[in-house]
């Protein structure tokens, strides 16, 4: 068994990938973390074309593509949609210090543009402060209450509902023997590329102004987000036949859910970028239940 090939070699850079992006998102860089997880979700793509094309599959290869996925999939958008809610849960909060008009973090704080060292709060205005460090900010008091079970904000954790499914999607994929041309539930990389459009729009509209800021501060509410975490995750596990971008041929027939997906794609990154992230995702949904409805009634 030769255990470091080139396809097991990117899987494990697959995970890399995942724990940059964790590591990432606990120093506040959310802005940064999810195009780690873009970077995982391509070579998760890759291994298993390069180990096809080189005839080089096998039961450890599908073991390490399962692990990898659950770190770059799993555990790493779950905490940083954790790192999301802290901040949204931190900034939605009239009375948190933080986002009033003092700013402190261990004693740094943020002035015209650069760190000065105080063991003192002064007053500053919003502007110039980046919006990572307003997120660098709410992780070190949130952890500051970490153990003090009594102020402690527990919210956040809602956004470890995510591994938790996705470590029985996972699971469940590896067994079930339906799921070779198609899905049987939500892939876990389609559900973590979902989640990463939060923190990518938080950290390029939150600090603006306008419908883009209004609408992206109101999605990441932990009334409105939380919602969307149970049941995406929930769709992880569902029993919902979900097409999956494999081609036999390149005809229209039997490809034409697929082709329409691609242009729409191409049609929505083009028109709203970032925005299409979520929309992309919700439209293989609606898409793959269309397909399993029109299936239903031609064998019926």
């Not at 083009?270 to 979520?278: G, K, Q």
Request: aromatic letters at 14%.
């Amino acid at each position: 068994m030769k255990m470091f090939n080139i396809p097991n070699l990117i899987t494990a850079s697959n995970m890399l990938c995942g724990v940059f992006a964790i590591i990432l998102a606990f120093a506040g860089r959310i802005d940064i973390a999810p195009y780690f997880i873009f970077l995982a979700a391509v070579l998760d793509f890759f291994d298993g074309f390069v180990a096809r094309l080189l005839k080089q599959q096998g039961e450890l290869g599908k073991q390490l593509d399962s692990l990898a996925d659950m770190i770059s999939f799993g555990l790493a958008p779950g905490l940083i949609i954790l790192v999301t809610l802290i901040f949204a849960t931190t900034a939605l909060d009239p009375h948190n210090l933080l986002f009033g008009d003092n700013r402190e973090l261990g004693g740094l704080l943020w002035n015209s543009g650069e760190f000065i060292t105080t063991n003192t709060i002064v007053e500053m205005g919003d502007n110039g402060v980046p919006l990572t460090f307003r997120v660098a900010m709410a992780i070190s008091n949130w952890k500051s209450n970490f153990f003090d079970w009594g102020t402690i904000n527990w919210l956040p954790f809602v956004g470890l509902i995510i591994p938790f499914f996705s470590l029985f999607r996972l699971a469940k994929f590896n067994i079930d023997t339906r799921q070779s041309e198609s899905f049987i539930g939500l892939p876990t990389p389609a559900n973590t590329i979902f989640f990463m459009a939060f923190p990518l729009l938080l950290t390029q509209y939150g600090g603006t102004t306008g419908w883009e800021h209004d609408l992206i501060m109101w999605l990441i509410q932990p009334i409105v987000l939380i919602p969307i975490i149970v049941v995406m995750s929930v769709l992880l596990v569902s029993e919902l036949p979900l097409f999956a971008l494999k081609f036999k041929n390149f005809k229209w027939k039997g490809n034409g859910t697929r082709y329409i997906f691609l242009i729409s794609c191409g049609i929505l990154i083009s028109t709203l970028l970032i925005w299409s992230i979520p929309i992309i995702v919700l439209l293989y949904l609606l898409l793959s239940f269309i397909q399993h409805i029109l299936r239903k009634k031609t064998n019926a």
